[in-house]
């Protein structure tokens, strides 16, 4: 989903303030831009080690159960990170909050036309938002008495991980970094450039004989 506003064409103060001279606002705003980009590296690490896997398969089977348990251990923890992310529980501090929080701040009327469009955007991802909570409540978090007794109450949804899901995960992330990103240079906040981690997953290999798998 692209929109002019999000194509990364900010105004940069050039100023990049220090945590003491933040004010509680821009506090905020570092610390939940930060978790996005954390949970963004990790479902950009999902990635390389789904195409690694399926590219190289021989060498994955000479360790399958260390593999199996990379893979479980990092969608665990994009889901778990993308939940947290955006709950709207009360007393948790999400995406919405933050939006409602800066909407009764003194940089409302700053922020007064990206705040609509920000929000609009998130609405947008309300059924594929809805499916991470899912995934979370009834997965990962707890132990579903549906899906934990699941011949005893069959369902016509099942719940799944795999196919296109991740890669909208991380449209969903960049979507919510630059977001933040640009509210923080629009309220004086100047940023270090972001840099994305990089694929080396693939770098296993240089540790194999020239005739390795």
Known sequence: MSTDWNEK?????GQILSWDKKDDFQ????????????????????????????????FINKSPHFWAEVMKSLRFTLIMKTARLFDESKGAIGLRKIFNIFEQSPYRETLENY???????????HDYIDEIR???????AHNDKKEYQFWKYPSDKDIEFE?????????MLIWARDSLLRMRTIIGDEYPVNIEITNDVG???????EDGQ
């Open 203 to 209: 770098n296993i290999l240089t540790f194999l004989p």
């Open 163 to 171: 196919g296109a899901f991740w890669g909208n995960l991380e449209e």
């Open 9 to 13: 064409k900010f105004h940069f103060s």
């Open 27 to 58: 506090r905020l705003l570092t610390i939940v831009q930060n978790d996005v980009v954390d949970a963004l590296n990790t479902t950009l690490e999902y990635g390389f080690v789904l195409e690694f896997t399926a590219n190289h398969q021989a």
């Open 115 to 125: 705040l609509e469009n920000y929000r609009n955007q998130y609405n947008s991802y």
């Open 134 to 140: 899912m995934l979370r409540d009834k997965i990962y």
